[in-house]
């Protein structure tokens, strides 16, 4: 009966001893949290993606609580998750801008694109631009080897009929397409209902017309249509500002090369 | 009695080195030993601890456990002790240095169930060393254990650089270096001192 005794009283008095100590300890050493981090932790995906530049979410919600990012940073979080880290942050959600969405710039489809030379090596753009620049006579246009498709983490690219295609609504404009992409073809615009000119070849517009059916020759028409401003000729290559364009598709009518298409 | 600490010395860290010899705390051994920078910090975390923990654990057998013939309840109290100083570490820690702090991760709560520093406690209590050399028992295998695990993770930082055969890469590499090392080590059980 004794030892039961003692076992307990010893046990129980040590017991009782560290937990005083660390009690006073913990008091010496407290370190003081933001308990903001840990919830927009739990509000972020989780993905770990490193879209926004940092390197995991916890890392962004840090940041975010720092006030040295921008509440809606994460471009893969839904917007009620914005709004609610924005509840947190005791910030206004209204003013965030858009979302960014990946848009492939090129619509040089097998029948519309003449081609060098036949390709059968490894099933990657990044190896196939090695050879001249791919097997398409356009150097700056989708190579359609699928390299965005295997590094997209969302499912949300497909190669159709030769060019790469964004699925707007699973594309959370992470960037890692952008980045991968060795034809820089892709880019990231505001989620939003516009027109776009898929083109990305800054040739003259005669050369252009020699090897494809559709590539945009700079002509300048659609800027001259543009009654909004939106339209800029950056070396032989016509750009809608999607911040501007009101969707009006009065350029889209005009264009001879019929390259300007609807977004979104 | 130099000569006696001499003998302890040398025993807990070389001749019987607690990771490479006697193959006890391999978990932080492996788990953070990628960089030397983290290696040191694990190093003088287990240190504090163990030496901490052998000079308490052997008031707790000798005034405690053995005068009410409660030495079965040894390992059960002598953990007591372990993980209270570990929660001490850790507090101390996040205090004073935050990036070694997540750098350590899970390691550190982990040094509890450390079992190179559970084993000092009982083999000290073992050997029956007097209240100073166990301490000193203590602090010396902590000393080993800073040690293998600091030449472990430069060997691991260099080969980190290397071209390693692809089945190799990571953790396999990690292993067979151990290994390699443990076998440097056993050149020491030649020694005999007394």
Same mark, same amino acid.
């Given at each position: 009966?004794?030892?039961?005794?003692?076992?307990?009283?010893?046990?129980?008095?040590?017991?009782?001893?560290?937990?005083?100590?660390?009690?006073?300890?913990?008091?010496?050493?407290?370190?003081?949290?933001?308990?903001?981090?840990?919830?927009?932790?739990?509000?972020?995906?989780?993905?770990?993606?490193?879209?926004?530049?940092?390197?995991?979410?916890?890392?962004?919600?840090?940041?975010?609580?720092?006030?040295?990012?921008?509440?809606?940073?994460?471009?893969?979080?839904?917007?009620?998750?914005?709004?609610?880290?924005?509840?947190?942050?005791?910030?206004?959600?209204?003013?965030?801008?858009?979302?960014?969405?990946?848009?492939?710039?090129?619509?040089?489809?097998?029948?519309?694109?003449?081609?060098?030379?036949?390709?059968?090596?490894?099933?990657?753009?990044?190896?196939?631009?090695?050879?001249?620049?791919?097997?398409?006579?356009?150097?700056?246009?989708?190579?359609?080897?699928?390299?965005?498709?295997?590094?997209?983490?969302?499912?949300?690219?497909?190669?159709?009929?030769?060019?790469?295609?964004?699925?707007?609504?699973? +594309?959370? !404009? %992470? =960037?890692? $397409?952008?980045?991968? *992409?060795?034809?820089?073809? &892709? @880019? #990231?615009?505001?989620?939003?209902?516009?027109?776009?000119?898929?083109?990305?070849?800054?040739?003259?517009?005669?050369?252009?017309?020699?090897?494809?059916?559709?590539? +945009?020759? !700079? %002509? =300048?028409? $659609?800027?001259?249509? *543009?009654?909004?401003?939106? &339209? @800029? #000729?950056?070396?032989?290559?016509?750009?809608?500002?999607?911040?501007?364009?009101?969707?009006?598709?009065?350029?889209?009518?005009?264009?001879?090369?019929?390259?300007?298409?609807?977004?979104? | 009695?130099?000569?006696?600490?001499?003998?302890?010395?040398?025993?807990?860290?070389?001749?019987?080195?607690?990771?490479?010899?006697?193959?006890?705390?391999?978990?932080?051994?492996?788990?953070?030993?990628?960089?030397?920078?983290?290696?040191?910090?694990?190093?003088?975390?287990?240190?504090?601890?163990?030496?901490?923990?052998?000079?308490?654990?052997?008031?707790?057998?000798?005034?405690?456990?053995?005068?009410?013939?409660?030495?079965?309840?040894?390992?059960?109290?002598?953990?007591?002790?372990?993980?209270?100083?570990?929660?001490?570490?850790?507090?101390?820690?996040?205090?004073?240095?935050?990036?070694?702090?997540?750098?350590?991760?899970?390691?550190?709560?982990?040094?509890?169930?450390?079992?190179?520093?559970?084993?000092?406690?009982?083999?000290?209590?073992?050997?029956?060393?007097?209240?100073?050399?166990?301490?000193?028992?203590?602090?010396?295998?902590?000393?080993?254990?800073?040690?293998?695990?600091?030449?472990?993770?430069?060997?691991?930082?260099?080969?980190?650089?290397?071209?390693?055969?692809?089945?190799?890469?990571?953790?396999?590499?990690?292993?067979?270096?151990?290994?390699?090392?443990?076998?440097?080590?056993?050149?020491?059980?030649?020694?005999?001192?007394?």
């Amino acid at each position: 009966m004794n030892s039961i005794l003692y076992s307990f009283a010893v046990l129980g008095s040590l017991g009782l001893l560290f937990g005083l100590l660390l009690a006073f300890a913990s008091g010496i050493f407290k370190v003081e949290t933001d308990e903001r981090v840990e919830e927009i932790t739990a509000l972020l995906p989780g993905a770990n993606c490193g879209g926004c530049g940092y390197p995991g979410c916890s890392a962004l919600a840090a940041a975010i609580a720092d006030g040295t990012a921008a509440i809606d940073t994460c471009s893969v979080a839904k917007k009620e998750q914005i709004d609610k880290i924005a509840k947190i942050m005791n910030v206004d959600a209204g003013t965030q801008s858009l979302k960014k969405v990946a848009v492939v710039l090129c619509s040089g489809t097998c029948d519309k694109i003449s081609r060098k030379y036949e390709y059968d090596g490894i099933r990657d753009c990044r190896a196939l631009t090695r050879l001249g620049g791919g097997e398409k006579d356009c150097i700056s246009g989708c190579a359609g080897y699928g390299t965005c498709v295997s590094h997209c983490r969302f499912d949300a690219i497909a190669i159709k009929d030769g060019v790469a295609e964004v699925d707007r609504e699973k +594309c959370v !404009g %992470c =960037g890692v $397409c952008v980045a991968v *992409c060795p034809k820089k073809v &892709i @880019a #990231l615009v505001p989620k939003k209902e516009a027109k776009a000119v898929l083109c990305n070849n800054h040739d003259k517009g005669a050369a252009v017309r020699t090897y494809c059916a559709t590539g +945009c020759i !700079g %002509c =300048g028409i $659609c800027k001259k249509t *543009c009654e909004h401003d939106a &339209i @800029a #000729l950056e070396n032989n290559l016509a750009v809608i500002d999607a911040e501007k364009c009101t969707n009006c598709g009065a350029c889209a009518e005009k264009c001879p090369r019929k390259v300007i298409h609807q977004i979104g | 009695m130099l000569k006696d600490i001499l003998v302890i010395a040398l025993g807990a860290v070389l001749i019987n080195n607690f990771v490479l010899v006697r193959f006890l705390g391999i978990c932080p051994f492996l788990g953070v030993s990628k960089s030397t920078k983290t290696a040191l910090g694990m190093g003088m975390a287990v240190t504090f601890v163990m030496t901490v923990a052998s000079f308490i654990t052997y008031l707790v057998q000798q005034y405690l456990l053995v005068p009410f013939h409660i030495e079965y309840l040894q390992t059960i109290a002598f953990i007591l002790v372990i993980s209270a100083l570990v929660q001490l570490v850790e507090l101390v820690l996040q205090k004073t240095s935050p990036a070694l702090y997540s750098a350590l991760g899970i390691y550190l709560p982990l040094i509890t169930t450390n079992c190179a520093v559970l084993g000092v406690a009982i083999l000290a209590t073992q050997e029956g060393y007097n209240l100073l050399y166990s301490t000193l028992f203590g602090f010396f295998a902590a000393i080993g254990f800073t040690l293998a695990i600091v030449l472990f993770s430069g060997v691991r930082e260099f080969i980190d650089e290397s071209k390693v055969p692809a089945p190799f890469r990571g953790f396999p590499i990690a292993l067979i270096t151990a290994g390699l090392i443990a076998l440097a080590f056993m050149g020491f059980s030649g020694f005999s001192i007394s």
